[in-house]
């Protein structure tokens, strides 16, 4: 089944941002993600393993897998072939975002600047990644962009953490946020990344956080 941006984010307040080496690792990875309460998953093309980790983490019941860091419609189109449900990019440029318009895709393209985001909405895009979130300036900064620019939604990524995430999350032009927090750098524990996606599951807006 297909589904729309909107969809893809409201599917959990988090997406793990996911850099996987092993092809091995995609299952145990994807399932204790699912099963944490995590269905969003964001399989960066940042490895050479990358496309067939989506193909096998897209048998995974429950997941819902998308490919990040794609930067070019040649890659926009591996990703869709491998499996890839929805597209994120670090950045919007013209050939990728009307590529991923023209193949009717879930594209969350990386804004940092209101010029990124009216060039964005001059497409006809509504919901954007702001990326690298807390460099460019954190949630002022956001705060700062949304509010005249009301018509957009983010997913903040980059810098976020399960402490900071609450804050982001209380903001109503925030839906979701992305982090590569819960799939910890090493050897992959399951019952840890398991526990990590509960935590994250959980989590909501929350105005009395403070940092
Ligand atoms: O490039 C970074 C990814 O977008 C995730 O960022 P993070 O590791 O700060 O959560
Ligand atoms: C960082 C980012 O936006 C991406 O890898 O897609």
């Given at each position: 089944?297909?589904?729309?941006?909107?969809?893809?984010?409201?599917?959990?307040?988090?997406?793990?941002?996911?850099?996987?080496?092993?092809?091995?690792?995609?299952?145990?990875?994807a399932?204790?993600?699912v099963?944490?309460?995590?269905p969003?998953l964001?399989?960066?093309?940042?490895?050479?393993?990358?496309?067939?980790?989506?193909?096998?983490m897209?048998?995974v019941?429950g997941a819902v897998v998308?490919?990040?860091?794609?930067?070019?419609?040649?890659?926009?189109?591996?990703?869709?072939?491998?499996?890839?449900?929805?597209?994120?990019?670090?950045?919007?440029?013209?050939?990728?975002?009307?590529?991923?318009?023209?193949?009717?895709?879930?594209?969350?393209?990386?804004?940092?600047?209101?010029?990124?985001?009216?060039?964005?909405?001059?497409?006809?895009?509504?919901?954007?990644?702001?990326?690298?979130?807390?460099?460019?300036?954190?949630?002022?900064?956001?705060?700062?962009?949304?509010?005249?620019?009301?018509?957009?939604?983010?997913?903040?990524?980059?810098?976020?953490?399960?402490?900071?995430?609450?804050?982001?999350?209380?903001?109503?032009?925030?839906?979701?946020?992305?982090?590569?927090?819960?799939?910890?750098?090493?050897?992959?524990?399951?019952?840890?990344?398991?526990?990590?996606?509960?935590?994250?599951?959980?989590?909501?807006?929350?105005?009395?956080?403070?940092?």
């Open positions: 089944m297909s589904l729309s941006v909107e969809q893809v984010m409201a599917l959990a307040p988090v997406i793990p941002v996911l850099v996987v080496e092993r092809v091995e690792d995609a299952l145990p990875i399932q204790a993600l099963k944490g309460g995590l969003a964001e399989v960066t093309l940042r490895t050479p393993a990358a496309l067939d980790v989506i193909r096998e897209a048998k019941e998308g490919a990040g860091t794609v930067l070019n419609p040649r890659q926009l189109d591996a990703a869709m072939e491998a499996g890839a449900r929805f597209i994120v990019s670090p950045g919007l440029t013209d050939p990728l975002g009307r590529a991923a318009i023209a193949a009717n895709i879930p594209f969350l393209p990386g804004t940092a600047t209101a010029g990124d985001i009216m060039r964005g909405m001059d497409m006809g895009l509504t919901h954007f990644k702001f990326f690298p979130a807390e460099t460019s300036g954190g949630l002022p900064a956001l705060k700062a962009l949304a509010a005249p620019l009301q018509e957009s939604r983010f997913c903040p990524t980059g810098g976020i953490t399960a402490e900071s995430a609450p804050r982001w999350l209380a903001e109503p032009f925030v839906q979701c946020v992305g982090g590569s927090w819960v799939v910890p750098k090493g050897p992959i524990d399951p019952a840890r990344i398991e526990a990590l996606a509960r935590e994250a599951a959980a989590l909501t807006g929350n105005k009395l956080c403070s940092g």
